[in-house]
Every structure is written in C-alpha cells, then in structure tokens.
C-alpha cells in the first residue's frame, strides 16, 4: 500500500458526460500528479499540482482539469467524455522538496469506461 | 485482472534465475531515473531509482545499471521469483514529471 489513495475504483459512463476522479495524497505529500494510462498509449502523464498550485502540465486535454485543495487531495475532472478516453487514471504524489526529480508513489487508480 | 499494453515486449524466465530488462530514454538531460513494477490491476510500484550521478545502485535482489553515454538503463533481478511476474517500468525525469518508457512484461516460469 503506496498510501495514495483513490476513489471511485470503476466508474461508468456515457458519452458527453462529466466525472470526478478523486485522489489523496500520502500524508505530508505535497504534489500530487495524474497519469492517463490505456491500453495503446502506455502511462501519459496529465498534470502536476504543489501545494494548491498547478506545477507542470503534460498532455492533458482542454476537456479535462484538474485541481488541487487546501487539504492538499486532489481530483480530476473529465467532460464532455468519448470513447476514447476509457483508461485507467492514476494519481501520484511526492515528498516535498522533491518536485519531479524524487520518487512518485502511485495509487490504485480508477479504471474509467465510457459507453 | 487488467491488461496493461497488449503489445509489450516479454522477458520469460525461469524461476531462481536472473532478470534482466532494458530501456533506452529519451532526453539526455534527465537526471533521475526509476524502475517501477506494475502488477495487473494496481498502480505502479516503485523498486529502486537512480541519479545520474551514478552508474549503479544496488537493493534488494535488484540492481539497476545507468550508462549514459548510450542512454540506456537496465533493471536486473536476482533468483527471480513468481511474484516478479508483473510489467516493467523505467521512467526519467528531466526536471517536473516522470516520462514512461513502454514498458517490458516479465514472466516468471515455474
């Protein structure tokens, strides 16, 4: 157990629809980092929040977002779904002071199906 | 359970021999490298990382090799074993975010 945890673990839903995909960090984590990880694409990585504020971006759509609160969880939103955005989404979170050149412990992910 | 890359180079073994799996990145300027283990259905685990610094670093039943002059990793795991069976990581890190290589099944033969 990474002590990353995510919810929900499956979720399924339709085209054009909206989810929240929801991830804590291990405690005293300040990052937290979101992966997109299909079956063609391998683990993408989607964006990376320090402390409330959004770090780095990677290839996240401009249908998806995401932020991160005071309590330092972190969620992910995705709208406006298609079918290919079925995958698992993983998030991530590192100590602090190690920003992106220290070990990223990941969570169970959630494991999306669009219909 | 779930299928990570259908189409990922496999490594099969026999159990109690040794492992080795390759990488090759990407970006000459990256500084930290990792190894990460996924088993079918979970996250990503981390097994052992590496700064550019160094050549090699030793854990438990696993070493890691860096050679930069050729951009090339490699993950070897001693007497391995059943549990070993999962999908292979490495990842660099320039400066932010972890870049995935494609990963690399390994099965564990008894």
């Known amino acids: 157990d990474s002590g990353v945890t995510q919810t929900p673990k499956h979720l399924i839903t339709a085209t054009g629809q909206r989810v929240t995909l929801r991830c804590s960090p291990r405690?005293?984590?300040?990052?937290v980092y979101w992966y997109q990880q299909s079956l063609d694409q391998g683990l993408q990585f989607l964006i990376q929040?320090?402390?409330?504020?959004?770090?780095a971006k990677g290839n996240i759509l401009e249908r998806f977002s995401a932020q991160q609160f005071p309590d330092l969880h972190s969620e992910l939103n995705l709208s406006s779904l298609e079918l290919g955005d079925s995958a698992l989404y993983f998030c991530?979170?590192?100590?602090?002071?190690?920003?992106?050149?220290?070990?990223?412990?990941f969570g169970p992910g959630t494991r999306l199906t669009v219909l | 359970g779930e299928s990570v890359g259908l189409h990922l180079p496999t490594l099969s073994v026999q159990e109690g021999d040794n492992s080795i799996i390759n990488c090759a990145y990407s970006?000459?300027?990256?500084?930290?490298f990792i190894w990460y283990k996924q088993e079918s259905g979970k996250g990503p685990q981390f097994i052992i990382d590496?700064?550019?610094?160094?050549d090699k670093r030793q854990g438990q039943r696993v070493t890691v090799l860096l050679n930069k002059t050729v951009k090339h990793l490699s993950l070897q795991i001693a007497a391995t074993q059943p549990g070993d069976s999962a999908v292979y990581f490495c990842?660099?890190?320039?400066?932010?975010?972890?870049?995935f290589g494609s990963g690399t099944r390994l099965q564990v033969q008894p």
């Open positions: 991530a979170s590192s100590a602090p002071g190690t920003s992106g050149g220290g070990t990223q412990y």
């Open positions: 405690s005293g984590d300040l990052s």
């Open positions: 929040y320090y402390n409330g504020e959004e770090r």
């Open positions: 970006n000459s300027a990256s500084d930290y």
């Open positions: 590496i700064r550019s610094n160094m």
């Open positions: 990842a660099e890190s320039p400066r932010r975010a972890l870049t």
